[in-house]
């Protein structure tokens, strides 16, 4: 759906995650990025949240399974898009196609534990095609990213288990496209 999903939604080789409202307005003044990362809020919350991220020029992907109040179905996922929400990320590839049909931004998160966990994932990206793919931990194998770039053709992301600017540099060296961390002393690094 979005060409060039990467360039939309990072500058350099982090994403910010924020995980609280002290992170959120961090993020918002200090970091280049053009999207944060959402994974807290409720119901009640996300309308401000989204307004300061227009704001300040900044997408906001929402991690529609954090979010508090909101149901994991299609109602919820077109409350979102009328709420403004134009991207999200999810392991429930349910949530993606619904949210794809809502023309939103989709970012598929898997969690590869092991060789069973990326086959699955490689049979899930069969029956749906998210925007970009996300996957955990971010210390995944070169092996893994490999064939999930070669079956799927979409950007890799990583998150989780990543400490260090040299971690960070590594999965980049392993084929992944961007990080995501909610670690602030990596939201500035720069390619």
Known sequence: MYRNIIKLICDGPVIPAVRNQEDFSYALAHVSSPSIILLFGDIFTLPGLLEKAKQANKLLIVHIDLIEGIGKDKIGVKYLA??????????????????????????????????????????????????????????????????????????????????????????????????????????????
């Open 82 to 191: 009328l709420s403004g929400v134009r991207a999200i990320i999810t392991t429930k590839p349910y949530l993606g196609r619904i949210a794809r049909e809502e023309k939103m931004i989709v970012i598929q998160r898997l969690f590869l534990m092991d060789s069973e966990a990326l086959r699955t994932g490689i049979h899930l990206l069969s029956t749906f095609r998210p925007d970009a793919i996300e996957v955990l931990p971010g210390t995944v194998p070169v092996t893994a990213v490999s064939e999930l770039t070669r079956v799927s053709g979409l950007p890799i992301l990583a998150g989780g288990l990543i400490s260090t600017a040299e971690d960070v540099k590594r999965a980049i060296g392993n084929g992944i496209r961007a990080i995501s961390t909610s670690k602030r002393e990596l939201w500035r690094l720069i390619s």
